[in-house]
């Protein structure tokens, strides 16, 4: 039978059969009671006025409100909610069953797939600031059968019920910050589940609650639609060529004429002499380039790029959509396309300006420690804004407005 003529049932058993495949090639294995949930809810009851084969694509957000040209709220791809899903349940030893659960970004979808997991004993409470997005998610939840969702519109920076408790909160929007009302309603032990960016480049973390202090499980590469409300940090993309552009953090400038002047110059490129295997997560490595450089340059930034000035060889990055890159005394860099000999591949960096070999081989050697160190995976520990520098762990910190957050390396 095609995709064409397939019923609903069939999509969503294919896009699961992708899905459980897509995390076998990655060294992963999907939870059977995740499974099962995503087998379970019919997607496309939220994705009203969409195809339904678009519905079920397993790699594909459905954007469900734009203003102009920014995507506002959308019901994520369903290869990043069963991920996230995984990484809660992994983090509550294994099991959401009887959990008390809080969502934050709501759409109905994910919604749903937490009340399968969490079961008649749990409850699922889901939030968001914008009352188009909650009456639509009311909608969509009593047309698949989940009317016991309670469905929430609120700014989610401040307490949801000031006397609920929740062993897993789980965001849905990009985050800058973890606010205080967040620790205050997890329980002890419990587990926040949230997009957060770092340096500019945004990971779901699944954090656990120890104390007045959050300490990360895992994390995983992601990309969601930025927080709303008082929640809010902006991201500015500069362009400083054709096609070119630099993602910045909160409060970050750069001249855009002096950066691309920059990609004029010739160009060095060094490499970092190492075989790496297929499945090494880069992931990793681009949080510990920032990590380790931040210190060291002027500005650390997230070099993107069209595919037409990737092929006209205006810069060539490691990933186009985001790829970490420094400033440093007139000179730009950043990492590299792979190079790759039979089945593995060798790390390497570009520089523009005036002292570009050194700088390039700066952030090759970062990689190069990288490596030596065992290709150590980030962990992040999320303390309050007031907390001392002698009570920090070790580590690079990051302060933000509510929380300072310190990251970390253990090997993988």
């Not at 992708?18 to 499974?35: C, F, I, N, S, T």
């Not at 849905?172 to 009302?181: E, H, L, S, V, Y």
């Not at 995983?220 to 940090?233: D, I, K, N, T, Y």
């Not at 060539?316 to 792979?338: C, D, I, K, Q, V």
């Amino acid at each position: 039978m095609s995709v064409d003529t397939m019923s609903s049932e069939g999509l969503r058993d294919a896009m699961v059969d992708e899905l459980v495949a897509d995390h076998a090639a990655k060294g992963l294995m999907m939870r059977p009671e995740v499974e099962a949930a995503l087998r379970a809810v019919p997607r496309d009851l939220y994705t009203p006025g969409v195809p339904v084969k678009q519905a079920y694509r397993s790699d594909t957000a459905v954007i469900t409100k734009r203003h102009g040209d920014e995507t506002v709220s959308s019901v994520s791809a369903p290869w990043l909610i069963a991920e996230m899903l995984g990484q809660a349940a992994d983090a509550l030893d294994g099991s959401l069953t009887g959990r008390h659960v809080l969502e934050i970004g709501s759409g109905g979808y994910n919604a749903s797939l937490l009340r399968e997991l969490v079961g008649p004993s749990g409850s699922v409470t889901s939030v968001d600031i914008d009352p188009e997005v909650t009456e639509r998610a009311v909608a969509c939840l009593a047309a698949a059968g989940y009317g016991d969702v309670t469905v929430v519109c609120a700014d989610a920076e401040q307490p949801i019920g000031p006397s609920r408790r929740f062993d897993l909160m789980i965001v849905t929007a990009g985050a800058w910050d973890i606010p205080p009302a967040w620790i205050a309603q997890l329980s002890e032990g419990g587990v926040l589940v949230v997009p957060l960016r770092t340096f500019g480049m945004t990971r779901s973390w699944a954090l656990r609650r120890v104390g007045d202090r959050l300490v990360s499980q895992s994390q995983r590469l992601c990309g969601f639609v930025a927080m709303q409300g008082a929640g809010a940090h902006e991201v500015r993309y500069v362009d400083i060529a054709e096609g070119v552009h630099l993602r910045l953090d909160e409060g970050q400038q750069v001249s855009p004429e002096a950066v691309g002047g920059l990609l004029s110059q010739p160009r060095e490129q060094v490499w970092a002499g190492v075989s790496l295997a297929p499945r090494t997560v880069l992931a990793d490595l681009d949080l510990w380039l920032a990590a380790r450089l931040a210190d060291e340059v002027d500005q650390v930034v997230v070099l993107s790029a069209q595919q037409e000035a990737v092929d006209a060889d205006l810069v060539t990055p490691a990933w186009r959509f985001g790829t970490p890159a420094a400033l440093h005394e007139g000179t730009f860099f950043y990492r590299s396309a792979l190079r790759w000999a039979d089945d593995l591949f060798d790390l390497g960096a570009f520089a523009h300006g005036p002292n570009a070999a050194a700088a390039a081989g700066r952030m090759v050697a970062h990689m190069r420690a990288w490596v030596d160190a065992g290709t150590p995976s980030p962990v992040v520990h999320v303390l309050p804004a007031q907390t001392p520098d002698g009570d920090l762990p070790a580590g690079t910190v990051l302060d933000k407005r509510h929380s300072r957050l310190v990251l970390t390396f253990t090997p993988a």
